[in-house]
C-alpha cells in the first residue's frame, strides 16, 4: 500500500516501486495478477473529476485498488463524488 498525494501523484514513480514489489515475487514464482497494489490518494476530497481523471494511467501501472477521501470539506457532495468515479470505472476493467 502506497499513500500518495493527489497533487503530486508521480505515476512513473509509482510504477518503478510497483515493478520493485512485483519483479521478485514473480521471480519467486507468486503470480502477478494474484497481487493487490493499493494506492490511497490524499487530498482527493472533492477532486473526483482528477481522480477519475488519473484512473486509467493507475491501472496501466498495475494499481488493483484506490482509496481516496470523499469526505474533507463541509460542501462535499459525496454521492456526486461517487457518481463521477463511478462514471470514469464504468469502462474499467474488474479482478
Same mark, same amino acid.
Given at each position: ?10 505515476? #512513473?514513480? $509509482?510504477?518503478?516501486? &510497483?515493478?520493485?514489489?512485483?519483479? @521478485? *515475487?514473480?521471480? /519467486?514464482?507468486?503470480?502477478? #495478477?494474484?497481487?493487490? &497494489? +493499493?494506492?490511497? $490518494?490524499?487530498?482527493? *476530497?472533492?477532486?473526483?473529476? +482528477?481522480?477519475?481523471?488519473? +484512473?486509467?494511467?493507475? !491501472? !496501466? ?5 484506490v482509496?481516496?477521501? *470523499?469526505?474533507g470539506?463541509?460542501?462535499? #457532495?459525496?454521492?456526486?463524488?461517487v457518481? /463521477? $468515479?463511478?462514471? *470514469? $470505472?464504468?469502462?474499467? @476493467?474488474?479482478?
Amino acid at each position: 500500500m502506497a499513500v500518495e498525494h493527489l497533487s503530486s501523484l508521480d505515476v #512513473d514513480g $509509482l510504477a518503478a516501486s &510497483i515493478a520493485t514489489i512485483r519483479d @521478485p *515475487a514473480v521471480a /519467486t514464482g507468486r503470480d502477478a #495478477d494474484a497481487l493487490r &497494489i +493499493v494506492v490511497i $490518494l490524499a487530498g482527493s *476530497a472533492n477532486e473526483a473529476a +482528477v481522480v477519475a481523471g488519473r +484512473v486509467d494511467a493507475l !491501472q !496501466q501501472v498495475g494499481v488493483t485498488d484506490v482509496g481516496v477521501d *470523499a469526505f474533507g470539506a463541509e460542501d462535499s #457532495d459525496v454521492a456526486g463524488y461517487v457518481e /463521477t $468515479l463511478r462514471a *470514469a $470505472l464504468s469502462g474499467a @476493467p474488474t479482478r
